[in-house]
């Protein structure tokens, strides 16, 4: 089966950076998505990447390592709109999509 | 932006009933369509995928006959959650995509359902 990890829990100051960490072993590797989900609400797509490197946008940057297995996503200048469940997603060998547990990001004023 | 809608957002039920929820891609045509299910403070699980016009097809672990997927046209797909228990209630989420190919890689959610079985 699919194995992607990252933190549970992470908890940062308005205005400070938080970077997300996310591990995957996956059959076949078709991209990396990371997604935003808060409480009772659909995931809303942030970032996908498929080559090594880093991708910014805004605020947010994402970086992959294939072969690493290893992928983080970096939040700068954080808001309190921020708090938010952030989900690392694996498109897989099928094209298909494995979410990893999420991490509940706490933004504190 | 692509949207996806779902219908009901909420509904309750008692044990025993069947409940239909309705996904909709709403500006493009969804040729595959994904329903996830998602437990409180749990990341989502694919339950099944369908492409317009043939049967889904269901991850390991998911009852096809409880669960019946219905992709009838390329804007609308359909679960029926048949006999409704407690263990059902979750959040259920649905995706779709526009190709079948990695060249439309996106897919976009729906703002999922809150199921509740009493």
């Known amino acids: 089966g699919q194995n992607i990890d990252q933190p549970t829990e992470m908890t940062a100051t308005e205005g400070a950076i938080v970077q997300i960490n996310c591990t995957y072993q996956t059959s076949g590797f078709n991209g990396l998505f990371w997604y935003q989900q808060h409480a009772g609400e659909a995931p809303t797509f942030l970032s996908y990447?498929?080559?090594?490197g880093l991708e910014e946008k805004g605020r947010f940057s994402s970086f992959l390592s294939r072969s690493k297995g290893y992928s983080y996503l970096l939040l700068k200048e954080l808001q309190m709109k921020d708090s938010a469940s952030y989900l690392c997603a694996v498109f897989d060998g099928d094209y298909k999509l494995s979410f990893g547990a999420g991490t509940t990001v706490t933004v504190r004023a | 932006g692509a949207v996806v809608s779902q219908h009901p957002s909420r509904v309750i039920c008692k044990s025993g009933t069947s409940v239909k929820i309705e996904c909709r891609s709403l500006d493009f045509q969804a040729t595959t369509m994904f329903w996830y299910r998602q437990f409180p403070k749990q990341s989502l699980m694919l339950m099944a995928t369908?492409?317009?016009?043939?049967?889904?097809?269901?991850e390991q672990g998911v009852e096809k006959d409880k669960f019946l997927i219905n992709h009838a046209s390329l804007t609308l797909s359909t679960l029926t959650v048949t006999s409704a228990h407690p263990e059902d209630s979750s959040f259920y989420i649905c995706?779709?995509?526009?190709?079948?190919?990695?060249?439309?890689?996106?897919?976009?959610f729906g703002p999922g359902t809150r199921l509740t079985v009493t």
């Open positions: 995706s779709a995509r526009a190709g079948r190919t990695s060249d439309s890689y996106e897919q976009y």
């Open positions: 369908s492409n317009e016009g043939s049967k889904a097809t269901y």
């Open positions: 990447n498929v080559l090594d």
